[in-house]
């Protein structure tokens, strides 16, 4: 019987000390918002400014306007996407204050590659993507989803060996779920930390490069969603991720979506050579 007590009495202490650490994860997230909204809105107006002077220019600079022209879109959509990340980090927690809408996995996974690409080729790991040509609709935050999968994409990016690491990202349909599946050959982790991957700030990381939260808001954000999400690793081998959610119906992947995504993954595969994958 008193076994017992104790053993409740460490599960509830367990619960406290997991509420609070959630607590102030909310906390310093909502001020972190709030000190991100004056430099966003002055790089966001700087960017207007740019294009406008851009647009006066054209007719002087020829055929580099395009490419700069799309140098500047890239900066405004994903200061953009910032911003909608400040507001969703100021409602993290507060499911009721999130708006969900249909969205299409194909788009979800264009703006991922977006900025997974240039952050993969900087460290010079490879990345593959295999996604259907057959989109299908989900439920939810696009910003938030970006985010967990961002999250997930970048500590696969940090786990590889720059030159040889490499990156498998995959979307299939299964038995009314969409599956994302984030495979890396990296360093792996042991038992000890796998079993602790989701717990607030706890993390193998240097300070600069890690806080312990990124996989606790990831998993919440999954969860909100009405989906899993599940780790496989072994220490020196590499790691599975894999986020499951809810279909919602299915619609023909866009003609540029798909163009978007050839180029990207070539973009991904140029120039690097392709190692033996240590994860099956």
């Avoid at 966003?40 to 700069?68: N, P, T």
């Avoid at 809408?101 to 990345?127: F, H, Q, R, W």
């Avoid at 009314?176 to 990296?186: A, H, K, T």
Wanted: hydrophobic content about 40%; charged content about 25%; glycine content about 8%.
């Amino acid at each position: 019987m008193l076994h017992d007590l104790g053993k409740v009495n460490a599960q509830l202490s367990d619960s406290l000390a997991e509420r609070e650490h959630l607590v102030s994860l909310r906390q310093s997230t909502a001020e972190f918002a709030h000190d991100m909204r004056n430099p966003l809105m002055i790089v966001g107006g700087y960017v207007d400014l740019l294009s406008r002077q851009l647009d006066k220019a054209k007719d002087m600079m020829g055929g580099e306007y395009a490419q700069v022209s799309d140098y500047l879109n890239v900066i405004e959509k994903n200061v953009q996407r910032c911003t909608d990340l400040s507001h969703m980090w100021q409602k993290l927690g507060k499911s009721d204050l999130t708006k969900f809408a249909p969205i299409t996995v194909g788009k979800v996974m264009d703006d991922l590659m977006m900025g997974a690409e240039p952050l993969a080729c900087a460290e010079g790991v490879d990345v593959e993507y295999d996604i259907p040509a057959q989109d299908v609709l989900i439920h939810g935050c696009r910003p938030q989803l970006l985010r967990a999968l961002h999250n997930i994409v970048a500590n696969a990016v940090q786990a590889v060996e720059p030159g040889v690491g490499k990156i498998c990202l995959s979307v299939r349909e299964r038995d009314g779920q969409v599956e994302f599946e984030v495979v890396d050959n990296g360093c792996g982790m042991a038992p000890e930390v796998l079993d602790r991957a989701f717990e607030p700030y706890f993390t193998t990381k240097s300070e600069s490069k890690g806080t312990g939260l990124g996989m606790v808001i990831t998993k919440k954000i999954i969860e909100e969603h009405g989906g899993t999400i599940r780790l496989e690793s072994e220490h020196g081998k590499g790691t599975r991720v894999l986020l499951c959610l809810p279909v919602r119906g299915s619609v023909e992947t866009a003609a540029d979506s798909m163009k978007v995504r050839q180029a990207l993954k070539a973009t991904a595969n140029a120039g690097v050579k392709t190692p033996e994958f240590a994860v099956a």
